[in-house]
């Protein structure tokens, strides 16, 4: 995407940020006028939330699919120790 120029009418590559070391076209994003006023009323739709996400076919958010998996594996070490507690010991 590149710097705005003179979209943004800011100093960015000279001045820089963090100290003079970086600003984000040179660390590899696109420039997105953060400086400028007004900035999260005219531009802050830059970048979105990735919010939810249809996987295949199934509409789900990290959180839900994060719940299932830890729901899953407490079935699983349940399982587990219910076995544990009635299995047989081996005879040798």
Known sequence: MGCKGSYTYNNCPTERFNHHTSWPVLAGHGC?????PNFWDD????EKP?????LHGIDAT??????????ATVVGI???AVASVFAKPLEE
């Open 50 to 54: 990735l919010g939810r996400q249809l």
């Open 62 to 71: 990290a959180d839900t699919i994060g719940a299932v998996i830890l729901g």
């Open 78 to 80: 349940g399982a587990h």
């Open 43 to 46: 531009m802050a739709d830059f």
């Open 32 to 36: 997105m006028g953060c400086s400028e």
